[in-house]
């Protein structure tokens, strides 16, 4: 049986959001959309943010979500995630700190995550790329109909900051284009 070979992406792919767990993406806050033939998939979120000082409480320190999504592909096509690239935004006293990580992968197949870690003052936008090699990308199998899921864990650190300041790391970015952003590469089914 002949080795599928890359192909441009297929016109008619749709996405839908299947499931969101954790404290960083209640209903509503995440969005998702694929663009025809690009070999990209976007996704938003909204709202929640890890934040520390202040008023801040012990759970705002920490914000997680798990994004299950699906995509409806055209039948004789299959995928995967050739590179990633996430941004968003923190404010930072001097003295703290914020962990972030982000991930993806197919419910059945092994994560793929990457983590950063930001140090006050910071006061910018914060990005995270990955680009595996062409031989270490899982490929969604012909004949299964797997989700993908993606994660992401934020965390502020107040560390040596003036408790009375509020520091934060957030998954939106102060600009109004897609910030999370997926490439995907294509294959045709034997």
Same mark, same amino acid.
Not at 148 to 174: C, I, W
């Given at each position: 049986?002949?080795?599928?070979?890359?192909?441009?992406? *297929?016109? /008619?792919?749709?996405?839908? #959001?299947?499931?969101?767990?954790? +404290? @960083?993406?209640?209903?509503?806050?995440? =969005? !998702?959309?694929?663009?025809?033939?690009?070999?990209?998939?976007?996704?938003?979120?909204?709202?929640?943010?890890?934040?520390?000082?202040?008023?801040?409480?012990?759970?705002?320190?920490?914000?997680?979500?798990?994004?299950?999504?699906?995509?409806?592909? *055209?039948? /004789?096509?299959?995928?995967? #995630?050739?590179?990633?690239?996430? +941004? @968003?935004?923190?404010?930072?006293?001097? =003295? !703290?700190?914020?962990?972030?990580?982000?991930?993806?992968?197919?419910?059945?197949?092994?994560?793929?995550?990457?983590?950063?870690?930001?140090?006050?003052?910071?006061?910018?936008?914060?990005?995270?790329?990955?680009?595996?090699?062409?031989?270490?990308?899982?490929?969604?199998?012909?004949?299964?109909?797997?989700?993908?899921?993606?994660?992401?864990?934020?965390?502020?650190?107040? =560390?040596?900051?003036?408790?009375?300041?509020?520091?934060?790391?957030?998954?939106?970015?102060?600009?109004?284009?897609?910030?999370?952003?997926?490439?995907?590469?294509?294959?045709?089914?034997?």
């Amino acid at each position: 049986m002949a080795a599928p070979h890359l192909v441009r992406g *297929p016109d /008619g792919v749709s996405v839908e #959001i299947v499931a969101l767990y954790g +404290s @960083g993406c209640p209903p509503g806050t995440v =969005g !998702a959309s694929v663009q025809d033939g690009s070999g990209r998939l976007s996704l938003y979120y909204e709202g929640p943010l890890a934040e520390t000082g202040g008023s801040s409480k012990p759970p705002d320190r920490r914000k997680s979500c798990t994004a299950v999504l699906k995509l409806n592909v *055209p039948k /004789g096509f299959t995928y995967a #995630i050739s590179s990633s690239a996430n +941004s @968003g935004y923190a404010f930072l006293e001097e =003295g !703290a700190m914020a962990t972030l990580k982000v991930g993806y992968s197919f419910q059945n197949a092994p994560s793929s995550e990457i983590t950063q870690t930001l140090n006050g003052p910071f006061n910018d936008e914060w990005w995270i790329t990955d680009h595996p090699s062409p031989d270490s990308i899982t490929w969604k199998p012909c004949d299964e109909d797997w989700n993908l899921n993606f994660t992401s864990d934020l965390r502020a650190h107040q =560390g040596t900051s003036d408790p009375s300041k509020v520091s934060y790391v957030s998954m939106e970015n102060m600009n109004n284009f897609p910030h999370h952003l997926y490439d995907l590469a294509w294959k045709t089914c034997p």
